[in-house]
């Protein structure tokens, strides 16, 4: 087994570039330090560093270890840090995905629950596209995703999925970018703010455009909705966005609703691993948000071209 502290000389001399740095660091002579990594490599059975010029670098197997060796201490110094604390309420960590293309308005709404849940939950949101976000899931390293649309049907034995949210799209844009007449007719040729190819509403918005012969001027495709609100803000566009969403939108005087597309709802789904059901995070979401949100069995995830679970109309 490593030597921890054989190990934790390495590290020294990795963070610091330098031997002796290390050694001054630590208290140590260099030649302690350097003795402490000779005994680590040979137990290891590979070399970690090796000379160049009058200093040292890294070899292969010493930026690998160097890699670990971070992690190790990390969490060695997060354990200190929560052991000091002792006094505090301990905090559980709940790591979810975000798929890119949801509201960030929306995502604020869905995580009010987790941040105001006791004990504290120390949340970790990473966002990014749907494959990424489901290789995380299945590799353990998240806790749950919030995407808007079921998990893919090959994934659908080994995942569980619930909706949380729905609405009807809506259009938003400065009051100059007023339209005249019934939607989405009166889209024909106005400024549009796109989702792109990732968003689930891109392709309903284009099969309504389609069904009525309407043509906006699309100005651009966006996966970021925090970019596309401040175009919609600064009078690029008009903004299609949740219509439960209006308060918030409209709350600044920059943009004011137009009206509610027909025949298009968004939906917004909560995605874990059946293991991963019960956290106290996806148990808050599920509480707020779903309509029958039983956690002593998940549901099963849906079939392929099943109907969603239905939810309140907002």
Not at 238 to 245: E, F, R, T
Request: glycine share 8%; net charge neutral.
């Amino acid at each position: 087994m490593i030597n921890l502290k054989q190990l934790h000389h390495f590290w020294l001399v990795g963070r610091t570039g330098s031997i002796q740095r290390a050694a001054e660091t630590s208290g140590l002579t260099p030649q302690t330090i350097s003795g402490q990594i000779g005994v680590l490599e040979g137990a290891i059975g590979r070399r970690l560093l090796r000379r160049k010029g009058r200093g040292i670098e890294l070899t292969e197997a010493g930026r690998i270890a160097l890699r670990y060796a971070e992690q190790i201490f990390r969490l060695a110094e997060e354990m200190e840090a929560a052991l000091a604390r002792e006094d505090e309420q301990p905090t559980l960590p709940y790591r979810l995905g975000l798929l890119d293309i949801v509201p960030k308005s929306l995502a604020a709404l869905l995580l009010e629950p987790v941040l105001e849940h006791q004990p504290r939950l120390r949340l970790s949101v990473i966002e990014d596209p749907l494959p990424r976000l489901l290789s995380e899931l299945m590799l353990g390293r998240l806790d749950a995703l919030i995407t808007d649309g079921p998990p893919p049907a090959q994934l659908g034995n080994k995942l569980q999925c619930r909706l949380l949210i729905e609405s009807r799209l809506a259009l938003y844009a400065r009051p100059e970018l007023s339209l005249a007449g019934p939607l989405p007719q009166a889209l024909d040729g106005a400024p549009l703010l796109l989702p792109g190819e990732s968003a689930v509403t891109r392709l309903a918005l284009l099969q309504l455009f389609d069904e009525h012969h309407v043509t906006p001027h699309i100005v651009g495709e966006f996966d970021d909705s925090a970019l596309m609100r401040t175009l919609a803000e600064n009078g690029a566009g008009i903004l299609p966005a949740p219509a439960i969403l209006e308060s918030t939108l409209c709350e600044r005087d920059a943009l004011r609703c137009l009206g509610i597309l027909p025949h298009i709802t968004e939906r917004y789904y909560l995605v874990t691993l059946e293991r991963k059901w019960h956290h106290p995070g996806n148990a808050a979401l599920l509480r707020r948000f779903a309509q029958d949100h039983q956690l002593d069995s998940p549901p099963a995830a849906p079939r392929p071209g099943s109907a969603a679970p239905s939810a309140p109309q907002p």
